[in-house]
């Protein structure tokens, strides 16, 4: 499990081993017992940095170097049938396939 907390001064990504061990099969309701496991927790050193200056630093790079920039015209489309999709799955209530420039991906 991962544990996301932007507020947190020291560690804003926590990795922790939590989960639930299930037994194989039981003859009886009484023999079957989930297992819950609760581990180690591993903060995550992260690169505090403020995100719309990485932004502006990369588009500068892009600009005056040729430098190819890590986020591209494709990507920004994949976003967008992405949330169009999810918005028709919540007024639908219903899976819905993502239609990516023509091509409809997933189920």
Wanted: charged share 30%; glycine share 8%.
């Amino acid at each position: 499990m991962l544990i996301y907390d932007d507020l947190s001064a020291d560690s804003k990504v926590v990795l922790c081993d939590k989960g639930v061990d299930v037994p194989g099969y039981s003859e009886s309701y009484g023999d079957f017992k989930l297992s819950y496991r609760y581990g180690e927790e591993t903060p995550q050193v992260l690169e505090d940095t403020e995100p719309l200056r990485n932004e502006a630093e990369q588009f500068l790079l892009s600009i005056r170097d040729g430098a190819a920039s890590p986020s591209t015209g494709k990507h920004g489309a994949e976003v967008v049938a992405m949330l169009e999709a999810a918005m028709k799955a919540v007024e639908t209530e219903q899976t819905v396939p993502v239609d990516y420039m023509g091509a409809r991906l997933g189920r």
